[in-house]
């Protein structure tokens, strides 16, 4: 059975950071194409950023230069370093994991950022 599990959100001031894990068990992140997106009640789910197995990465304008993503294979799991968050970075947070026609889902984490 595929598990997402993230974990790391939380409360923080604008200007803190937060480091999110996509830990995964099931299937092996290494070979997958893995997201971070992120979700505001009404609205759409949006991607926040992408790793693929060769590392190449890809971010949403907004995050640029404040946000990183990256793999460690020995521990099966995804992180988003976020820094300089400002209020409107402020929703849930989930990871998704994609391989041909496997498309995996964790239950989301949620991330305030508050003054």
């Known amino acids: 059975q595929v598990q997402l599990e993230e974990s790391g959100g939380g409360l923080v001031q604008p200007g803190g950071s937060l480091r999110l894990s996509c830990a995964a068990s099931?299937?092996?992140?290494?070979?997958?194409?893995t997201s971070w997106y992120r979700q505001v009640p009404g609205q759409q789910r949006e991607l926040v950023a992408n790793?693929?197995?060769?590392?190449?990465?890809t971010y949403a304008e907004s995050v640029k230069g404040r946000f990183t993503i990256s793999r460690d294979n020995a521990k099966n799991t995804v992180y988003l370093q976020m820094n300089s968050l400002k209020p409107e970075d402020t929703a849930v947070y989930y990871c998704?994991?994609?391989?041909?026609?496997?498309?995996?889902w964790g239950q989301g984490t949620q991330v305030t950022v508050f003054a």
């Open positions: 998704n994991a994609q391989r041909g026609r496997g498309n995996y």
């Open positions: 099931g299937i092996y992140l290494s070979v997958h194409n």
């Open positions: 790793i693929i197995p060769t590392r190449r990465t």
